[in-house]
């Protein structure tokens, strides 16, 4: 009887351990595995997601088993929209209030996305099976354990995060300097109606950083005898927030925000965005996009901000454009620059063309027509080193090759042209991420020498 009762205890703290493991496996381990499995190649800091899971698990673990299940779920769900937002330098407000446009996009064309969605599949499904299991311990020195459990994995973020956290989660802070390339190139100040204006925006491009390949790669089309005949060429950086859209915003509004502040159109008028001040100096207006207007609603809002006429990939697909596939399956970028030389060679009136291309969106798959398969004729260094960056490359050398052919054409009409990057590539990795500027996107402007110029 004295050896039954002095077995006791042991057995009691014996079971608690066991429920404190099971509660470990599910909220410390289960719950952010898939994020930890990215520390070495880099990832956004999770510190809040990390201390949510845990206090989640501490505060539910008493619970009935489906109403743990569904805040686990809710905690997965949070953790990955959180990752999505600090990968792609978007604010929270800005990705939930992007989701309504999930079915635009074809993720199934990504072997990431694809893989990516099963791993949450099976975190969900292994987590119902492992909640069977009884997870509620009481004891205080168990409670402490866990918690240490917590700040011990949050600590671990920290450290693996170190020298990478300055490259997510861009929003803009209140207050910030504002630059922007059409402000540093006076483009605006160039509309006496004596030429074509022509800004086109080039997804994901980047500054390179301590990378001369890529260094070297970068606007290199534009360093040649055809060019520097007819432009003053310049280039430099600018200073970027969030994502795509804010990138037009910055462009063409002239400050910090982004799209949804344009949906209603009497807020928009009242920015003034470069469309609509040209517009208003009689320059015809047109807005073109590889994608489709839905998309962030810009067949809404281009008009707001002062487009008169605008063209997606349907309107496109009509003149000859190809369809080019990838996770935004649109136009050829690479086709483009002909349309382009089209419209301003038929237009009645000086023109302001706006131009955002598509085809280099993250991740840019081999295959279906983006002619970026053969990476080593790019780059040899880039397409052992980086294939993906590579891949990039080989989009950015298409657009750049198609638009210096057509701007250089005896007949192309006197034009500025402005290029610039919208945010530097959103990849993943530390391995690829960290080979561009965190904080900037490249610019170049191609400043006509025409007739207006010389007063020939």
């Not at 990955?80 to 209030?97: P, Q």
């Not at 160039?190 to 390179?208: F, T, Y």
């Not at 462009?251 to 928009?268: I, K, N, S, V």
């Not at 294939?387 to 950015?396: E, G, N, S, Y």
Request: aromatic share 12%; hydrophobic share 45%.
């Amino acid at each position: 009887m004295t050896a039954i009762a002095m077995d006791a205890p042991r057995a009691g703290l014996s079971a608690e351990f066991k429920k404190l493991l099971n509660w470990s496996l599910i909220w410390i381990g289960l719950a952010n595995i898939p994020f930890m499995a990215m520390w070495f190649v880099g990832a956004p800091p999770r510190y809040f997601e990390i201390a949510m899971a845990g206090f989640v698990g501490l505060i539910v673990k008493r619970m009935p088993r489906i109403i743990q299940w569904i805040a686990f779920a809710s905690v997965v769900a949070y953790s990955i929209l959180s990752f999505v937002a600090g990968l792609f330098n978007l604010g929270m407000s800005s990705l939930l209030y992007s989701i309504q446009f999930l079915a635009e996009i074809k993720p199934s064309n990504s072997l990431e996305y694809i893989t990516a969605g099963i791993v949450i599949v099976a975190i969900l499904v292994a987590s119902w099976f492992l909640l069977k299991r009884d997870t509620n311990f009481a004891k205080p020195l168990h409670i402490l354990a866990g918690g240490a459990m917590i700040f011990g994995l949050v600590g671990a973020d920290f450290a693996m995060g170190q020298g990478m956290r300055g490259h997510y989660f861009r929003e803009a802070p209140a207050g910030a300097t504002f630059e922007s390339a059409v402000e540093k190139t006076g483009l605006a100040e160039r509309a006496d109606g004596k030429r074509h204006l022509v800004l086109i925006m080039v997804e994901s491009l980047g500054v390179p950083r301590d990378n001369q390949a890529m260094s070297d790669k970068l606007f290199a089309y534009y360093q040649n005898s055809a060019i520097q005949a007819r432009y003053d060429v310049s280039q430099g950086t600018s200073l970027y927030y969030n994502s795509t859209t804010s990138g037009e915003f910055r462009e063409m509004c002239g400050r910090w925000g982004d799209y949804y502040e344009l949906l209603d159109a009497d807020a928009a008028a009242k920015l003034n965005c470069l469309p609509a001040m040209l517009a208003e100096k009689g320059y015809a207006t047109h807005a073109m996009h590889s994608f489709k207007g839905a998309f962030f609603k810009r067949a809404v809002w281009y008009p707001n901000i002062g487009f008169e006429t605008q063209e997606f990939w349907s309107d496109l697909q009509k003149k000859g454009a190809e369809w080019c596939g990838g996770v935004f399956a649109g136009a050829c970028d690479r086709q483009i620059p002909k349309l382009i030389a089209e419209n301003l060679k038929q237009a009645e009136k000086p023109t302001f063309l706006y131009w955002l291309t598509l085809n280099a969106h993250l991740p840019v798959p081999t295959g279906l027509n983006l002619n970026v398969d053969d990476c080593s004729k790019v780059s040899p260094e880039l397409a052992k080193e980086y294939p993906m960056i590579c891949r990039q490359f080989a989009i950015f050398d298409d657009i750049d090759k198609a638009l210096v052919q057509e701007i250089t054409a005896s007949d192309f009409p006197e034009a500025d042209i402005l290029l610039v990057g919208d945010h530097m590539p959103p990849y993943f990795d530390r391995h690829n991420r960290s080979q561009f500027d965190p904080e900037r996107v490249p610019w170049l402007y191609l400043k006509a020498k025409g007739q207006s110029e010389t007063g020939e």
